[in-house]
C-alpha cells in the first residue's frame, strides 16, 4: 500500500517512515497541507491507499487540509496528533477523517489501523462522506461542485455565491449562504446538526447549537419557503425541493 504521511517534523517522519517500510508500505512525505494536497492530484501517478495526517501544520490546520481532502477524493484520512481532547476527536471525525490516533500511539496499533481502512470498500467518486450511511448525514463532508444548481424556483449560483428566488435575487449572509450549499447538495438527505456545524462554522457542536438553529430560521425566512428546510427531530436539517 502506498502511503502519504503529513507531517512537519522531519525527524518524526523519518522515524515513522522507517518503520512503515519494514512492513512493507511505500511511504511518501509530504511536509505541508499544500504539499500534500498536490500528491493527492491526478496527475502526480499511482493512488495513495492512506493519509496519515499530523493536524499541526506550518501553512495551514489539519482539519482545513482534511477536509479539502475529503471534498476531491475518498482516500482514507488517519488523524495522527497529539490533540486529545474530545472535541478535536469528534470535530475531525465529522470533517470526513476515517480514524483518529492520538500521540504517543503504540506503532502495532496504528498499523492495525492503517490495514482496517485499508480494507474497507472505496467510495464511487463524488460520494464521499462523513458519515457511514446516508440516512445519517451522508455527503456533509463535500463542498457542492462549481457551478449552478437549481432547485424548483431556488437558484443557487455556487462561484459568484448569488441566490435567485423566482427570478429574484437574495442577499444571504456568508454563513447562510454556506448552510443552503451544504444542504443543497444532497436534496433530501438528512444531515446530523454536528456535521453541519464542523462544515460551515469550522468547530465542533458544544455551544454552537443554537447559532444553527438562528441560521436555519433565518434562511427559511430570506427564502420565504419555510418547508424549504426540514428538521428532523433529533437528528439534523434537510432539505425539500419545492414545486415550481
Same mark, same amino acid.
Given at each position: 500500500?502506498?502511503?502519504?504521511?503529513?507531517?512537519?517534523?522531519? %525527524?518524526? &517522519?523519518?522515524?515513522?517512515?522507517?518503520? !512503515?517500510?519494514?512492513?512493507?508500505?511505500?511511504?511518501?512525505?509530504?511536509?505541508?497541507?499544500?504539499?500534500?494536497?498536490?500528491? !493527492?492530484?491526478? &496527475?502526480? @501517478?499511482?493512488?495513495?491507499?492512506? =493519509?496519515? !495526517?499530523?493536524?499541526?501544520?506550518?501553512?495551514q490546520?489539519?482539519?482545513?487540509?482534511? +477536509?479539502? *481532502? #475529503?471534498?476531491?477524493?475518498?482516500?482514507?484520512?488517519?488523524?495522527?496528533?497529539?490533540? /486529545?481532547?474530545? #472535541?478535536?476527536?469528534?470535530?475531525?471525525?465529522?470533517l470526513?477523517?476515517?480514524?483518529?490516533?492520538?500521540?504517543?500511539?503504540?506503532?502495532?496499533?496504528?498499523?492495525?489501523?492503517?490495514?482496517? =481502512?485499508?480494507?474497507?470498500?472505496?467510495?464511487r467518486?463524488?460520494?464521499? +462522506?462523513?458519515?457511514?450511511?446516508p /440516512?445519517? @448525514?451522508?455527503?456533509? @463532508?463535500?463542498?457542492?461542485? /462549481?457551478?449552478?444548481l437549481?432547485?424548483?424556483? $431556488?437558484?443557487?449560483?455556487?462561484p459568484? %455565491?448569488?441566490?435567485? $428566488?423566482?427570478?429574484?435575487?437574495?442577499?444571504?449572509?456568508?454563513?447562510?449562504?454556506?448552510?443552503?450549499?451544504?444542504?443543497?447538495? #444532497?436534496?433530501? =438527505?438528512?444531515?446530523?446538526?454536528?456535521? *453541519? *456545524?464542523?462544515?460551515?462554522?469550522?468547530?465542533?457542536?458544544?455551544?454552537?447549537?443554537?447559532?444553527?438553529?438562528?441560521?436555519? /430560521? +433565518?434562511? %427559511?425566512?430570506? !427564502? #420565504?419557503?419555510? +418547508?424549504? *428546510?426540514?428538521?428532523?427531530?433529533?437528528?439534523?436539517?434537510?432539505?425539500?425541493?419545492?414545486? =415550481?
Open positions: 500500500m502506498r502511503l502519504l504521511l503529513v507531517e512537519d517534523d522531519d %525527524r518524526v &517522519a523519518a522515524a515513522l517512515s522507517a518503520v !512503515l517500510a519494514k512492513h512493507g508500505f511505500d511511504v511518501t512525505h509530504a511536509r505541508s497541507g499544500e504539499e500534500a494536497l498536490r500528491a !493527492l492530484l491526478p &496527475a502526480q @501517478g499511482p493512488s495513495y491507499g492512506c =493519509v496519515l !495526517l499530523d493536524l499541526g501544520l506550518p501553512d490546520d489539519g482539519f482545513e487540509v482534511c +477536509s479539502r *481532502i #475529503r471534498r476531491r477524493t475518498s482516500t482514507p484520512v488517519i488523524m495522527v496528533t497529539a490533540r /486529545a481532547d474530545v #472535541r478535536s476527536r469528534i470535530h475531525g471525525l465529522n470526513g477523517a476515517d480514524d483518529y490516533v492520538v500521540k504517543p500511539y503504540d506503532t502495532g496499533e496504528l498499523l492495525a489501523r492503517i490495514h482496517a =481502512v485499508g480494507r474497507r470498500p472505496p467510495l467518486p463524488g460520494t464521499e +462522506s462523513a458519515a457511514p450511511a /440516512a445519517d @448525514g451522508a455527503g456533509a @463532508g463535500e463542498r457542492p461542485p /462549481a457551478g449552478s437549481q432547485l424548483g424556483p $431556488v437558484d443557487i449560483e455556487l459568484t %455565491r448569488r441566490v435567485m $428566488v423566482s427570478g429574484e435575487p437574495i442577499a444571504l449572509t456568508r454563513k447562510e449562504f454556506d448552510l443552503l450549499a451544504l444542504l443543497a447538495q #444532497r436534496p433530501g =438527505v438528512v444531515f446530523r446538526r454536528e456535521q *453541519i *456545524i464542523s462544515e460551515v462554522w469550522r468547530t465542533s457542536w458544544e455551544g454552537t447549537g443554537r447559532t444553527l438553529e438562528v441560521h436555519v /430560521a +433565518s434562511l %427559511r425566512a430570506k !427564502l #420565504r419557503m419555510p +418547508s424549504m *428546510i426540514e428538521t428532523v427531530r433529533g437528528v439534523g436539517y434537510r432539505l425539500v425541493v419545492p414545486a =415550481v
